[in-house]
């Protein structure tokens, strides 16, 4: 094996000599310009395994958020909430801070950026350029503008793409066309890696760890706040968003992530209105069955709370109403912080998530990794469906 690294010797401004590692396989980058947190995780773990069939170093996009009143979306470090090393152990990683601020001058200088798209993208601003118009519009401007890039040029990947398990040779492909000392950057304007996540990706979920801040928070909000014991995390996704594309679930038997519960060819069933906006009769009747099938289960240790995570409505007074002889109450956090609803709903010992949400998605794969039971809102899991058959 040759010896891959090339190590270069930097002199800053202090006269300080710094060693930095270049990767002479080239580097891929992305905007994640595609809707929230679910979708964003759900596109990251598409294109980690691109980069990786490509063997270029991933550059590690912050998270875009969006804050209310804001008019522009705002740049998240990658490495606030996830841990680096995991993700290093499957493949090369840096964060895009990171690159820009030591490596970008050595191999992506200003005069050789070019953004890439499938095809050309229409100017939101009247442009006639043919080109990908990588930074208009909202993520897209701040986004890049975050590391203070603009581009020279676009270049058109088409018909190239990114669907590396299922097309022969598609990776040589990529290779004769950009090759790493000619193209050391691809620097996608969306993310190479499409939604939901294919079914070949889910499993690198277990790459994607919460940093140890972040899971502390998390354990100390379920120490302060819930009872002792056991408990049962919903999610709720009920806001007025939401409502709006759940009128399409009946066009759309895979609608969003959908895919999850009812198989990638609808091989398990199809979507229907009732997965996507669960009725509040519908949310009782189907807690009240998995409280007594998880007491069915674990006899001695039964459900002593829920944990609700929602973007709109909790449904607390109802909950607590409904499970009051049984003398179970139901929680929330304060915080509107989607992180930490996140990590409580992957610790609690039994989850009801929403199909097609890859909110609820997200949450699922993580349980995955551990082993942790989830169900959906009406949707027959194997488990019940087995129970149903016996
Ligand atoms: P999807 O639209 O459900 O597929 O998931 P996304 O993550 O792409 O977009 C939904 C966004 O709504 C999340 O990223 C959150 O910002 C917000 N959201 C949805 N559900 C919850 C929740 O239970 N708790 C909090 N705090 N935010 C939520
Ligand atoms: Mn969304």
Redesign the pocket.
């Known amino acids: 094996m040759n010896l891959v690294y090339q190590l270069f010797l930097l002199t800053n401004l202090f006269g300080q000599i710094s060693l930095i590692y270049i990767d002479p396989n080239g580097y891929l980058v992305y905007c994640p310009c595609m809707?929230?947190?679910?979708?964003q995780a759900d596109h990251f773990l598409g294109a980690l395994n691109f980069a990786k069939k490509l063997n270029r170093t991933l550059i590690l996009p912050p998270w875009i958020e969006y804050r209310q009143g804001e008019p522009k979306s705002i740049q998240v470090p990658f490495d606030r909430y996830f841990k680096l090393e995991p993700i290093s152990q499957f493949h090369q990683v840096i964060t895009m801070q990171e690159f820009m601020e030591r490596i970008s001058n050595s191999v992506w200088p200003e005069d050789q950026r070019i953004s890439f798209c499938y095809m050309e993208r229409k100017s939101l601003r009247g442009s006639m350029k043919k080109d990908c118009h990588a930074k208009e519009g909202n993520p897209f401007g701040p986004f890049w503008d975050e590391f203070k890039i603009d581009f020279i040029g676009s270049e058109f990947f088409a018909p190239l793409h990114y669907d590396v398990w299922h097309t022969a040779g598609l990776i040589d492909k990529w290779h004769q066309k950009y090759p790493a000392n000619k193209w050391p950057v691809l620097a996608f304007t969306g993310a190479p890696a499409s939604f939901p996540v294919q079914k070949e990706n889910i499993a690198l979920q277990k790459y994607l760890v919460w940093t140890d801040e972040m899971q502390s928070k998390a354990t100390n909000w379920i120490k302060l706040n819930l009872p002792k014991g056991a408990y049962l995390a919903i999610?709720?996704?009920n806001?007025i968003d939401?409502k709006r594309a759940c009128e399409h679930i009946n066009d759309s038997p895979k609608l969003?992530?959908a895919a999850q519960c009812v198989g990638y060819n609808n091989e398990k069933g199809v979507a229907t209105p009732d997965m996507c906006e669960p009725s509040k009769q519908l949310i009782i009747k189907q807690i009240r069955q998995e409280l007594k099938s998880y007491h069915s289960k674990h006899p001695t240790n039964g459900i002593k709370s829920i944990f609700v995570?929602?973007?709109n409505d909790f449904m607390i007074k109802e909950l607590n109403e409904a499970f009051k002889r049984l003398k179970i109450s139901a929680f929330r956090t304060n915080e509107?912080?989607?992180h930490l609803?996140l990590m409580i709903m992957e610790k609690s010992n039994h989850f009801i998530g929403n199909c097609i949400?890859?909110?609820?998605a997200f949450v699922i794969r993580s349980r995955e990794v551990h082993g942790f039971p989830s169900a959906f809102w009406a949707f027959h899991t194997a488990s019940t469906q087995i129970r149903d058959e016996l």
Request: charged letters at 25%; proline letters at 4%.
């Open positions: 809707g929230r947190f679910g979708n999610h709720l996704r806001g939401w969003f992530s995570a929602s973007d509107k912080d989607p609803d949400s890859s909110f609820s």
